[in-house]
């Protein structure tokens, strides 16, 4: 038999203060952080602003994107480079609180028309000629238009050959020469009559999100309430199915967590947007199920070891748990991993919370939750004892 | 627990091939947004608008009664939304007013001062009159939309009978431009006969009419895009309207150009045929949401067919029709959120999902036989069976109509269920083993493992149910994708690691000889 961990005899609870003491240091801090210096930056979902995500045709530098962004007014903006060849950025655009008041009043539409913005200044002169000059760009026709194009030269079969040129934009996110075109078997003819009708635009816009402040304040309300049911929710479950004591304890424990990861979210420079508060909710229930899994633990054992200690029997089911605890995190923790590395940037700001989620929350059932719980037991001094 | 064993093979296979029937094959189930690429839209109707439009409405109706009934009044001046003043009557005719304003005009408070009337919208009456121009305008980008040739889109009213909002997902579309448009536009046609321009000008074009705009007419500027732009005088009245129009098709010009081909109904076309007869060699603008498109001028009499014509693209052409289709909108709208995803970015995201799903059932695979062995094998067989019971189940749901689409983040569920699931799996083998070293016989070991682990399991992962039920209660878009698999995976694991789990070592372990040794 594999095992981990032989015969545990690890006396957790007395590393309770230390543990404490770091875990609320910590929070401490981050809470001054957040209030005071703003650490905490709210994104795009819910303070209003655009994100727009764009690939060139040719390879263009950070510093050129920049210069020809500030140009137009933006608030505050924050251009970000994918991949390494220059080719596909990611800018933000925030409106700021300052302005925002204003803003509201003013023009309901305000981030939707600076997201337009944003992707006509970087637009070159060259395609606005060319657009001008009555040319489509071939990185933004749909299928119909391109089959109405092709069709006097290639009749029925036009719509059929459109939809190959689509399939291989969709593949390669931007057409970047006629000559990939006469490679995915093109007759020259064909070439020629797109030459003629298109051209070759310098950017292909692959995303576009703009969120105006009445839907941002909309889509907050959403999420905190989220968070405040699932959170009563669960507290409701536990004080049915175990003591207060436990239920009372494994929120602050959620507590804990939530205020935790908040902290590292405002000392590292990530955002707080829709799917990272899914992922809040889903920490919120992963660190629970580890709890749970503690204190029925410790529930059992307390009908079996009636004469044992408070804090020895707590720290053997702590014990007695812990390789589950590993194991389970571990393999869960590895999952992560996996999609942190290979799941790209849409998904990366959610995977990264989960992650630090799942090690907030393994680590806080048994440094946190038995801790509060043991606190209680010593203030409460409760009659029956801790059973149930 | 050992008996019914066939019985409970039976149970087992049923389920699985149920969910292998309903889920297959897989691309059924619709991608998501994210995945798929579309656009998700929230507008804002502006349903002030209505109101305005209905004042106006009132206003108008009420000055033809008013003179049916041979009642002098002087002026009328609109006050705050959804309130106007009548003045300047005598007061003998006091009563009569009040008469008439009790008889016709039912949806509106009127209080009499001195030598005037005000007049409120009833609270009621506003109420029902926003409701309807929401409903209207859904319906109205619900036929655009049709008709534009979205496959499964989904329009819905957000915040029940007072909100004015919509919500807009429009899945696989590939110009996201085009179909903004599309939805955004008014669409309100007018055909007005032309008195004067176009001139670059508003001075000179009323330069024959003395400075000042004659009563029944109106200026209007011509599109920039689709004329030289400049200035028209033209009716205050439209001859027809778009809502004349009984048919519209694509046609071309003379010049072999895209244009709209139109009929018209018998009424609008009796008047039509009397406007062209009397002004022939004068130009008619063709008017689209305030802008002139074009302005022909009159050759002939035409009575119920004709050409709208402009410098149109092909897809110009095609989005006119689809709006003339489906009528105009009842009121602006604007937009509060627009999250477009390009098809490129989405077959990216479905690509790395999926490479992210394959990885971690390996990394689980490997690291699950490796440590637990025998036992190991069987916590694969039941993930494999959790799969096949989500995509079942999500099959299941497509099929009865209820909303669900696989989103990334529902990827990111299904990898998270991969590691939770074999959470139950793990629960019950350590409990397994703490039982085999405490010295029981496997058998009793096996049947100890499952029931005492059950509560822990159970709590759990009720739990993560409790959390995820929220998440598609108040999420938003990808969002409740993530929240739906994550139920599903969680309920379906409870299914596996607990009575597939178990049934395997029912039927691996021997009933009647003594066992030594488990694999575990």
């Known amino acids: 038999m594999l095992q981990l961990f032989k015969e545990t005899r690890i006396p957790f609870l007395k590393y309770k203060y230390l543990a404490l003491a770091f875990s609320w240091t910590i929070i401490a801090a981050g809470l001054i952080n957040m209030f005071f210096f703003r650490g905490l930056k709210l994104g795009v979902d819910f303070s209003g602003g655009t994100l727009v995500r764009v690939r060139f045709l040719e390879p263009v530098p950070i510093n050129e994107v920049r210069s020809r962004l500030s140009d137009i007014k933006l608030g505050e903006s924050k251009i970000q480079e994918v991949g390494t060849e220059s080719r596909e950025y990611i800018i933000r655009t925030t409106l700021s609180k300052a302005s925002l008041a204003d803003a509201e009043a003013a023009e309901i539409e305000a981030t939707e028309i600076m997201a337009n913005r944003v992707i006509d200044t970087l637009v070159t002169d060259e395609d606005r000629r060319a657009a001008q000059a009555g040319l489509q760009d071939i990185s933004s026709l749909d299928q119909n238009s391109l089959a109405f194009i092709l069709e006097p030269l290639l009749l029925e079969d036009a719509s059929a050959q459109a939809r190959k040129i689509l399939d291989f934009r969709v593949e390669r996110g931007v057409i970047r020469s006629w000559n990939e075109l006469r490679d995915l078997g093109l007759g020259q003819d064909t070439i020629d009559r797109l030459k003629e009708r298109c051209y070759l635009g310098s950017l292909a816009v692959l995303s576009k999100e703009s969120v105006g402040p009445i839907a941002g304040d909309y889509l907050w309300n959403r999420a905190r309430l989220a968070i405040i049911y699932a959170l009563l929710g669960m507290l409701i479950y536990m004080a049915v199915r175990f003591k207060l004591a436990y239920g009372v304890s494994a929120l602050l424990t959620l507590f804990h967590d939530v205020l935790l990861t908040l902290s590292v979210f405002s000392f590292t420079s990530r955002e707080i947007n829709l799917p990272v508060i899914a992922a809040f909710l889903t920490l919120v229930g992963y660190s629970i199920n580890d709890t749970i899994v503690i204190f029925d633990r410790i529930r059992d054992n307390l009908k079996i070891l009636r004469k044992a200690q408070f804090e020895d029997l707590m720290n053997l089911s702590i014990n007695q748990t812990l390789s589950r605890t590993i194991i389970t995190g571990g393999t869960t923790m590895l999952s992560l991993v996996v999609l942190v590395l290979f799941g790209g940037q849409v998904i990366n700001d959610f995977a990264f919370t989960l992650l630090l989620g799942i090690i907030i929350g393994t680590y806080s059932s048994i440094f946190q939750s038995c801790p509060f719980l043991y606190f209680w037991w010593k203030i409460f001094k409760p009659k029956k004892g801790m059973r149930k | ?520």
């Open chain 2, 1 to 520: 627990m050992r008996r019914n064993l066939l019985a409970r093979v039976i149970l087992v296979l049923v389920v699985i091939g149920t969910a292998f029937i309903l889920g297959w094959p897989p691309k059924k189930i619709p991608l998501g947004l994210d995945l798929a690429g579309g656009m998700h839209l929230v507008f804002q109707v502006q349903t002030d608008d209505a109101v305005e439009i209905y004042v106006d409405q009132t206003i108008g109706r009420l000055k033809e009664l008013l003179s049916r009934k041979k009642i002098p009044v002087g002026a009328f001046t609109k006050k705050e939304l959804g309130r106007f003043t009548m003045s300047q009557f005598s007061p003998d005719d006091e009563g009569k007013i009040r008469d008439l304003l009790d008889e016709y005009l039912r949806d509106w408070d009127y209080g009499f001062t001195a030598g005037a009337v005000n007049l409120t919208l009833r609270h009621a009456a506003e109420r029902t009159l926003r409701s309807e121009t929401v409903d209207q305008a859904l319906a109205t980008i619900n036929n655009r939309v049709d008709l534009f040739g979205v496959s499964e889109p989904t329009i819905q009213r957000q915040g029940g009978a007072e909100g004015d909002r919509l919500v807009v997902e429009l899945p696989g579309i590939s110009n996201p431009e085009r179909a903004m448009n599309l939805i955004r536009t008014t669409a309100l046609l007018e055909w007005k006969l032309v008195h004067a321009g176009p001139v670059a000008e508003e001075a000179a074009l009323l330069q024959n009419f003395g400075g000042q705009v004659p009563e029944d007419m109106e200026v209007v500027k011509g599109d920039p895009k689709k004329t030289e732009g400049g200035y028209y005088l033209v009716s205050r009245v439209a001859t027809i309207t778009g809502q004349d129009l009984s048919s519209v098709n694509l046609d071309r010009d003379e010049m072999d150009n895209p244009a709209v081909g139109f009929e018209l109904k018998p009424e609008g076309s009796a008047r039509f045929a009397r406007l062209t007869e009397e002004n022939i060699g004068k130009p008619v603008a063709i008017i689209l949401d305030g802008k002139v498109q074009s302005a022909p001028t009159i050759q002939d009499r035409i009575s119920d067919r004709g050409i709208i014509r402009g410098r149109f693209s092909i897809a110009e052409v095609r989005d006119l029709i689809v709006t003339l289709k489906s009528g105009a909108l009842p009121a602006s709208i604007k937009i509060l959120e627009n999250r477009t995803i390009g098809p490129s970015l989405g077959a990216d995201s479905i690509h790395r999902g999926l490479i992210a799903i394959l990885a971690s059932f390996l990394i689980t695979l490997v690291f699950m036989v490796f440590y637990y062995r025998g036992a190991g094998v069987n916590a694969l067989v039941a993930l494999l069976f959790n799969l096949i019971i989500i995509v079942g189940t999500l099959g299941a749901l497509v099929t009865m109509k209820i909303p669900v689409s696989l989103t990334l983040p529902g990827i990111a569920g299904i990898i998270l269920t991969i590691g939770m699931s074999v959470d139950a799996n793990v629960l019950i083998f350590e409990r397994i083993r703490e039982e085999l070293k405490s010295g029981r016989s496997v058998l009793s070991s096996i049947g100890f493992g499952f029931s005492r682990a059950l509560s822990a399991i159970v709590d759990s992962n009720v739990t993560t149910v409790i959390a995820a039920f929220f998440l598609i209660q108040w999420g938003t878009g990808p969002i409740k994708g993530f929240a739906v698999t994550l139920i599903i995976g969680v309920c379906a694991s409870l299914f596996t690691a607990i009575f597939v789990s178990r049934l395997i070592f029912d039927l691996v372990v021997p009933r009647h000889r003594k066992v030594e040794k488990l694999s575990i």
